[in-house]
């Protein structure tokens, strides 16, 4: 009780990062310790001792601990004095089993004031695979009587890393045909994650996040020919081909599968929107595709 009061006396608060090593994990955090000056206690959540320590060395003024979402009894210990929740479901198939572990361990701590859930745009609908993991989770969540914010999230510009070597022979290979979208920013999404953290007003609030700008094919590879001074086409493979290339370079089948619906979303333009939520999160405006490309130019060229 009187770490409590003094808590509140003092406004800190101790923030609990799940999937902290991730890239939103760690532009999250990076937009934390930037922000905070040591106001708060950033814990992050990893699942091995080598991400930790390489989490500490970059930035020393965090806490690390160890767990495993499979396994809800390595979860008490991360959660000890936690006020702040920040989840970020990983690239797993059972991501609605990780979920549920995560915010029964909330419940179960007790002073857990706010859960924020990183998602995706459209999971109201459940249309699509990754649609229904994370709704699986914002459901649960919603019924679990914490404080609740969804952090929807789009395709992001720095996904673009993947299609570095089709950009340096001449081409963008994205199946999305005559479709269009709004790519968002990584660091863009740790900032805002920040942001909701450490202000108030988020309670039980859904946010969809998009980029900027709609963009087709065509003008995703005009950007690149812009920034990088080559020729750069715009070729939108079939879905078997797409499938074949994501199953070569080593994605589970379900996920390879799960990005080929994501993608006939964006082609039938089922996601051809930019939400202003972002921009108001930020308090400025968003990275536009030609920013982050210019800032990543040597992964192009």
Same mark, same amino acid.
């Given at each position: 009780m009187l770490k409590e009061i003094w808590r509140k006396i003092m406004n800190k608060h101790t923030i609990l990062i799940i999937g902290a090593a991730g890239n939103n994990g760690i532009a999250t955090i990076e937009a934390l310790v930037n922000k905070q000056q040591s106001k708060d206690t950033i814990r992050a959540a990893v699942?091995?001792?080598?991400?930790?320590?390489?989490?500490?060395?970059?930035?020393?003024?965090?806490?690390?601990?160890?767990?495993?979402?499979?396994?809800?009894?390595?979860?008490?210990?991360?959660?000890h004095g936690v006020t702040k929740v920040f989840m970020i479901p990983g690239n797993v198939e059972n991501r609605k089993a990780h979920a549920k572990n995560a915010i029964d361990a909330a419940v179960k701590v007790g002073t857990v004031e706010q859960f924020l859930f990183? *998602?995706? !745009?459209?999971?109201?609908?459940? =249309?699509?695979?990754?649609?229904? $993991?994370?709704?699986?989770?914002?459901?649960? %969540?919603?019924?679990s009587g914490l404080n609740w914010t969804h952090l929807r999230t789009i395709f992001f510009q720095d996904n673009f890393f993947g299609w570095a070597d089709g950009v340096k022979q001449g081409g963008l290979y994205?199946?999305?045909?005559?479709?269009?979208?709004?790519?968002?920013?990584?660091?863009?999404?740790?900032?805002?994650?920040?942001?909701?953290?450490?202000?108030?007003?988020?309670?039980?609030?859904?946010?969809?996040?998009?980029?900027?700008?709609?963009?087709?094919?065509?003008?995703?590879?005009?950007?690149? *020919?812009? !920034?990088?001074?080559?020729?750069? =086409?715009?070729?939108?493979?079939? $879905?078997?081909?797409?499938?074949?290339?994501? %199953?070569?370079?080593?994605w589970p089948e379900w996920q390879a599968k799960g990005m080929l619906e994501l993608f006939e979303v964006f082609a039938t333009n089922q996601a051809a929107v930019v939400s202003p939520d972002g921009e108001h999160l930020l308090g400025r405006p968003m990275t536009e595709l030609k920013g982050f490309l210019t800032n990543n130019k040597a992964a192009f060229v």
């Open positions: 699942r091995s001792a080598d991400k930790a320590l390489e989490l500490e060395q970059k930035y020393p003024s965090i806490e690390t601990v160890i767990i495993d979402l499979d396994k809800p009894e390595t979860l008490p210990a991360a959660y990183y *998602s995706v !745009v459209g999971a109201e609908y459940e =249309a699509i695979l990754f649609a229904r $993991q994370f709704r699986a989770g914002e459901k649960y %969540l919603e019924q994205l199946g999305i045909r005559d479709g269009s979208f709004a790519p968002l920013n990584v660091a863009d999404i740790g900032e805002m994650a920040a942001n909701i953290l450490i202000t108030s007003g988020h309670d039980n609030k859904a946010y969809n996040i998009t980029g900027p700008k709609l963009l087709s094919g065509e003008d995703m590879a005009k950007v690149f *020919s812009d !920034v990088t001074g080559k020729e750069v =086409a715009y070729v939108s493979p079939t $879905q078997e081909q797409t499938l074949d290339s994501l %199953l070569s370079t080593g």
